[in-house]
């Protein structure tokens, strides 16, 4: 007998769902649902994140809320939410308003709670940190509110942890930005420039606040972003209460430029001459330039000597051959003839406080090496170990009198002067070099001030001068550096 093939039927049952215990079955509502259910109904207890908890001990994120109401009492009414990162649970507090006839105070205790419009799904869930943003919309116990203000110490934190929370990422928000210019074909930088009455002055290339927005809407390049995001966008350049909008157009300029650089398999670009590849050299470096020479103290205005100039470079890991020198100052240093060059220049020379506090901490590291007393081995005698040691009265008066040197100068004795008049060497060696040295270095100045007067241009002039003396107008180095060319 030859048996048939049975056919198995899997039943799929629908699994198992427990209505979460109210007020009336005799339970009280403490702690999360799922906490609630391990309890009553057995199933497994939630897992406590304890890394989680020490990584964020004590940290919260703070912001301003108002009610979304129709009623004027309620659009009067201030409150205050706290956010703590441990353990994900909030906190509101009304602020008392006078003559509103409702009392400040705790309006919701410490807890974990649903949002109920949560930005990222359709199903309501616990809230998480990055629902709290400038702008979002919250519902929170059945009411709804709006973020209109973050604290200070929040932001910074948000942004010091960028993956974290992504609408704190600058870097993000200017790939969007530079996305719509190059899709859009828009010079950002003119249309910047005819919003600024100043574009032509050294004190122009920034906009307030409410220009640079409208700016922007206008362009139709910030209609992807919230306001949290075009909030951190304002941050990273904001100087006081204006905004350098020719430092957004620098970011942009070099993000296209790194991402052309990573289409072409990471090849860089080389330019027709030495200045065209020092220009692609520093718009591919992720520095800043135009922020560098702006903030750096030694800096006025829209001018840098060629000096600071140098030296920045350096800094960053840029040299400058001679020929390099020679075409900047050709191109982008104040002509002589102007008549602003010689407040300028007292301007960008003049002593600054880290200044003077850098020379007393080099001659307090001078007087720190040097030997507090003479040695057993120095053949000096002790007269003049003893005149070494113990400056005159007289001396110590060549102090200027801002006290701004600390220690004296070396003081020579009588019999070291006598001394060096009267040695010569025995084996020929001519002390003397030193002093020729000096006498040539002389003659060379004199030789190129005398040159200089004999030339005719005046941007040749500059060439002889010392690079302390050359204003170096860094804006249009770098509107060179930073140039629009996906249109």
Known sequence: MIQGNIE????????????????????????????????????????VDSEKMQRNLNRKLNCRIKIISNNDIDKTRKFMLTYYLENDSIQVFEETVRNSGIGGGTFLKRGIYINELPPDTDEPRYFKPTDIYLGNVICLNGVT????????TSVRFCEAYPDEFPMSDTFRIINILASECVSKKIDIRTMFNLCDPYRNESEGGFLLKETLIKCLDDLGITDSLNDQELFTLLRRFQVGNMYAYREICDMLSHVYYAQMQYANGGRRTRGDNELQAL?????????????????????????ITYKLLESLL?????????????????????PLTNPE????????????????????????????????????????????????????????SLLDRDSTLLYAPEFVSPIKKKREQLYKSVLGRDKSRKQKQEMDKLAA????????????????????????NIIIMYNKLCDDIYVNDWL
């Open 341 to 396: 060059t010689k407040s300028i220049l007292s301007n960008l020379n003049r002593e600054h406080p880290e200044d003077a506090i850098l020379k007393k901490y080099e001659k307090k590291v001078e007087h720190h090496h040097a030997p507090s007393s003479p040695l057993r081995a120095d053949v000096r005698s002790s007269t003049r170990a003893e005149n070494t040691m113990h400056a005159s009265v007289e001396e110590n």
């Open 145 to 152: 509110f709006q973020i209109t203000e973050m604290d200070g």
């Open 8 to 47: 198995i039927i899997d039943e799929k049952h629908p699994p198992v769902v427990h209505p979460i215990p109210g007020f009336g079955d005799g339970f009280l509502a403490i702690g999360k649902p799922e906490e609630t259910l391990a309890t009553v109904y057995g199933q497994p207890k939630v897992h």
């Open 314 to 334: 350096k800094k960053h890991g840029v040299t400058l051959t001679p020929s390099l020198k020679k075409s900047l100052i050709e191109k982008y240093a104040l």
């Open 279 to 303: 220009y692609l050299t520093l718009r591919g470096r992720t520095t800043q330039w135009r922020r560098v020479f702006r903030k750096d103290s030694h800096s006025y205005k829209e001018y």
């Open 445 to 468: 100045k004199l030789e190129q001030q005398v040159q200089a007067e004999q030339l005719g241009d005046p941007q040749k002039k500059l060439l002889l001068l010392d690079s302390k």
